[in-house]
């Protein structure tokens, strides 16, 4: 501690002393560069943090070189989205408005210096939205977005799509383009701009994310296509005389009545009596099927047990 320290010196002291991450060891180190004594007598103090800072950057800089992830603490869930862009675009406010999380948005460069984590529930099911840090800055998790299921790339011009896309070599996510710039073009633009992502093949939405009106309008059609971009079927469990769970299973198409079963836990399928089967694979409502009957999204199965 250095003599005459300020409080909010040994405030970011403390923050530094707890933080996790590489990401959060920088970001508090320079505050407390910010804010530490300016006196001759911790000139030796100011020399070690800026020293310090040096090697943490280094760290992150060949982390990120070999691409692995920095982060700790992030656990992928069965559905995960990383929403990736250049600064300022409007990533923040996206992750915001489609999950529960509470992201800092700014109009500065660079707000975000760590990934925001969301969860966005899609008729009842989670899925996890990650919010990487611009793609130009120091921040950024290259590891992060080579690891995702799908990625929601946001941008505001055509160009923007082509240095990102550049970056991706290394990723066989599914990809969603959302143009977030729609309240400054004019119709005539606007039918250029989506002839263009059409002609490419993208699977995109054009939107504009500061008209709160207009998200509400499109937020389940944009949910369902980040759904869908997984490709993975929704089944729902029962047990007899009771009604379906709420939270449904996420498995690959065409998976069995016994994938089922074993994702509950290993051996359950062998304990199974009977199974029943309600939805769009089944004939009719509460239908028999064997162990190797193939499920669809929304099936409903009941679990009768030996």
Do not use: C, W
């Not at 239908?287 to 190797?292: A, C, D, E, S, T």
């Amino acid at each position: 501690m250095p003599i005459n320290a300020h409080p909010d010196y040994l405030m970011a002291e403390k923050e530094h002393l707890l933080a996790q991450t590489l990401e959060d060891k920088i970001k508090t180190l320079e505050k407390m560069i910010s804010v530490a004594p300016k006196h001759k007598g911790a000139e030796n103090l100011r020399a070690q943090l800026r020293l310090k800072l040096k090697k943490l950057k280094e760290k992150l800089s060949k982390s990120k070189k070999i691409g692995k992830s920095s982060k700790q603490g992030i656990k992928k869930q069965d559905l995960q989205a990383v929403i990736i862009g250049e600064t300022n675009t409007g990533k923040s406010s996206l992750i915001k408005i489609l999950t529960n999380a509470k992201p800092e948005i700014a109009d500065y460069p660079f707000t975000t210096k760590s990934p925001i984590i969301g969860m966005m529930n899609y008729v009842g099911t989670n899925i996890q939205l990650i919010e990487n840090p611009a793609i130009e800055s120091e921040y950024y998790d290259k590891g992060l977005t080579n690891t995702a299921d799908t990625l929601i790339i946001i941008i505001t011009n055509l160009k923007q799509i082509e240095k990102i896309q550049a970056d991706l070599q290394n990723t066989k996510a599914k990809k969603i383009v959302i143009f977030n710039n729609k309240e400054n073009l004019s119709p005539n633009e606007l039918r250029k701009i989506s002839a263009t992502l059409q002609s490419k093949k993208y699977d995109f939405t054009i939107i504009n994310l500061k008209n709160v009106e207009e998200i509400k309008k499109s937020l389940n059609e944009l949910k369902e296509k980040i759904f869908k971009s997984f490709n993975k079927i929704r089944v729902y469990t029962k047990e007899p005389g009771k009604t379906k769970t709420d939270k449904p299973i996420i498995l690959e198409p065409d998976s069995t009545v016994k994938e089922v079963a074993e994702k509950i836990f290993h051996g359950f399928s062998d304990k199974i009596k009977e199974t029943r089967i309600t939805g769009p694979s089944s004939k009719f409502p509460n239908q028999k099927v064997g162990l190797q009957h193939k499920l669809k999204d929304l099936d409903i199965v009941e679990f009768r047990i030996k």
